[in-house]
């Protein structure tokens, strides 16, 4: 039998708030067994960007990383999120230790190409080393990712943290059985986007094409949804989607996402 | 016999020089054996404090860390400079792994008596990990520290990148031959502090003490070598004092420090 690996990725109105977010790591730091935890750096970025008089160009909806950007992730993501998380979690005996995918060239990533759209330096994983992470966590530490990765030739990259999450947990599930956890400030997929208690228990591949096909999953949502869907055929045993407290409470609401019912 | 271990201390005019700290870590890469990089952030906190305007109260001649330095330098130290060297060396082939001593509980530091003077959260290092330390670097990796530790329960600490490199050399000498290499942008311990030809080609505890008397050593220099000899009294088998291309010509000038000439 595999061991479990659970891999949790935290955003989404979690990073922002220090009441929730030391409930996050504190439910992260009870997790037995193998674990990893990833992170983006939400609003914090902009509001130091603000303050630096780094903006960011948006096309189509989406952030373009500049030099500037690069620069300004680096310094929130890697540094004052990923440390002040790390220091925390310590602080809670969780033996924590916080990296980027340039870190032992652990996520090796691709510029993603410049047409149609330049983003800039944003990467899409190429490769996550499974031999290294075994080697940190047989070390027992526990692995902190922030969404920054490199292309191995000197480059950094900012890479979306949900995408990272997924890829660690299927590259992993090789060796692993793996749990991944979308943990943000709702309870999970929801039926009314305006009833928080309508949240979906479970969605299956078939379910998934049918929600998808009706509309009936918000924009936000889609991406986790096609990350989840990913990682699951590559392997991941089940994917949870919901807020903090379904880490500690095998009971709590949550969205559980599966290939097939059994 | 004991396998050598490297620690390279960078600072000193070398970080914030782009073509100097290019080729200061290209010679680190070629290093062969396990070795360890320290670095602080010199100058470009500074910088970048200037424009989020955090200004740093200084107390006879020495900084304070209050909270908004900490901030800015966990961003600068930890994030930008730390990630962009582990970017650089891996694009060099060196399996860089960037570093706190928060990272894996690595360092721990007490933080610093508040009387007579209150310095902030600055640290004064209490253990180093040699275990952890060993585990990384039996997984091919190569740490690079930047100047920042924790105190195990929560708070990430300022402490001197000098002294990082010291302790930990300190530490890793039971296990490893260590030598630990200060580089900056002197040739050494200078005779004259005008001409920097004047490079002293070793130094041991008697002509140390005896340049002391006579106040013969320029002030920065002090604590260095302090660092240095209470490293060499704690089993650290020699010290170079000196600029990037001793770590890669043998034939380059460089202070060698010494407890006693053989």
Known sequence: ?????QIVKIGGGVLEDT???SAALHAFAQLEGAKILVHGGGKL???????????SQMIEGRRVTN??????ITMVYAGLVNKKMVAQLQGMRCNAIGLTGADANLIKATIRPKHPIDFGFVGDVARVDVAGIEGVLNLRMTPVFCAITHDAAGQLLNTNADTIAAEIAAAMSDQYDTTLFY????KGVLNDINDEHSVIESIDETRYVQLKKEQRIAQGMLPKLANSFNALHRGV??????????????QYPRTTLFLHHE
Do not use: N, Q, W, Y
């Not at 030099?67 to 300004?72: M, Q, W």
């Not at 943990?183 to 709702?186: P, S, W, Y």
């Open 183 to 186: 943990c943000f400030d709702k």
């Open 67 to 72: 030099e500037e950007s690069l620069v300004l």
């Open 45 to 55: 970025a902009t509001d130091f960007g603000h303050k630096l008089g780094i903006t």
């Open 19 to 21: 009441e929730k977010l």
């Open 237 to 250: 045993t089940r994917v949870c989607i919901g807020s903090v407290p379904m880490l500690s409470d095998t």
């Open 1 to 5: 039998m595999k061991p479990h690996l």
